[in-house]
Structures are given as C-alpha cells and as structure tokens.
C-alpha cells in the first residue's frame, strides 16, 4: 500500500532558525514527489514538484530535495510568515492521483 | 502558476438541505479534477476523481449518491452534497490538473460547509 509520512507533526522555530522537514514515501511508480504550503482556512498552495532522486529545487527560503525514499524541505532563516502547514504529495506513474502526508505545522516565532 | 476558484468559499445550510460547489480552472483546462475534504488539523482525505465528460471515480467509502460530482467542462466541476446532515460539516477543496503525465494539482480556496 502506499504511504508518505512526514515528520515531525508540529516544529516551533525561532525566526532565523534553520530547520529541515522530512518526508518518507513508500509508493511504486513514482510520478513526482509534490510540496505545498497551506495557511489556515485556505487550499494549499504549490511549492515544488520533484521528479527524480537527487533532483533540487529552491524558490526564496526554501528547498527541497529528493531520494529514492524521502524527500526534504529545508527552510532557511526562516521568517514568522513562513509559519503554515507543509504537505508533501506522492503522485503515481499510472493514475492521476496525489497520496498525502499527514503535514508538518511550522510556527516561526519573531 | 495556475489559479483554481472555489464558490462559495463559506456556507451554512440547514439539515436536509442540497448544497452546490463550484470549481473553475481560471486559466488553464483541466481535464482532471479533484475533491477532497479536510477535517481540522489533519491531511486531505480525497473523496473523487472527475475527468471532462465522463463520471466521476470515488475513493472507497465514499457515497456516490451522497456527493454527486459533475465535470461538465473543461474549466468546472461542481460537487453537489445532497441532504446534507451536521456530520457532512467540513472544508472542501478542488483541485485541477491538466493533460500530460508531469502536470501539477493546482488547489482551490477551500468552501467551508456548515450544517446546522
């Protein structure tokens, strides 16, 4: 069965606080590994998609990576406006479908 | 990137009532469409998968009959919640893609439904 998990559940940072997020996948038929940003009471938002094990991609304070079994997402010097929820998505070769992780809560303190 | 509305964005409703959501893929066709539904402090649950024009794929446990999804277009799905009861209360999202096996799920705003 497929599975994304991400680790951990809830990370408090002080502003300036480097951190990492981890995601771990079990899923056959890799399409992509997906990331996204969601705030409170609104639909996530994309941030990257990475298609192949060593694969980078960056965009301001953030940067995922990719192997053969998990994915990162490193926040650099974090701000309080990087504080939301940061789910990762594993979608499949064959299908259209997104599997999900359960999501990381970020609170970036000033 | 690509913009996904939701309508309504909010909305309460009394018991035993249909409810209609709108999704539209402002800028791009989407010949996938998805909806999901998000219970508080946890992840997306997916409840359908739509393509233009043909009927919608339920996850299991799903009630087709109870949420009734039509993919009329290519840029709009709507899902209808059909006598909706308090335990149908929850946040749902749409999401679109379009053709191509790299293509990315772009997610809607979100329509918080509150039956009272």
């Known amino acids: 069965e497929d599975q994304v998990t991400q680790s951990p559940e809830a990370l408090r940072l002080q502003e300036g606080e480097s951190s990492s997020l981890n995601c771990s996948y079990t899923?056959?038929?890799?399409?992509?590994l997906f990331w996204y940003r969601q705030d409170p009471g609104k639909g996530p938002e994309f941030l990257f998609t990475?298609?192949?094990a060593g694969e980078e991609k960056e965009k301001e304070r953030l940067k995922a990576t990719l192997t053969k079994k998990e994915s990162f997402l490193h926040i650099t010097a974090p701000k309080p406006e990087d504080s939301a929820t940061y789910l990762c998505a594993a979608g499949k070769a064959a299908g259209n479908k997104l599997t999900f992780g359960g999501g990381t809560r970020v609170l970036v303190k000033p | 990137g690509a913009v996904v509305s939701q309508h309504p964005s909010r909305v309460i409703c009394k018991s035993g009532t249909s409810v209609k959501i709108e999704c539209r893929s402002l800028d791009f066709q989407a010949t996938t469409m998805f909806w999901y539904r998000q219970f508080p402090k946890q992840s997306l649950m997916l409840m359908a998968t739509s393509n233009e024009g043909s009927k919608a794929t339920y996850e299991q446990g799903v009630e087709k009959d109870k949420f009734l999804i039509n993919h009329a277009s290519l840029t709009l799905s709507t899902l209808t919640v059909t006598s909706a009861h308090p335990e149908d209360s929850s946040f749902y999202i749409c999401?679109?893609?379009?053709?191509?096996?790299?293509?990315?799920?772009?997610f809607g705003p979100g329509t918080r439904l509150l039956v009272l």
């Open positions: 999401s679109a893609r379009g053709s191509g096996p790299g293509e990315t799920q772009y």
């Open positions: 990475l298609y192949s």
């Open positions: 899923v056959s038929g890799l399409r992509g």
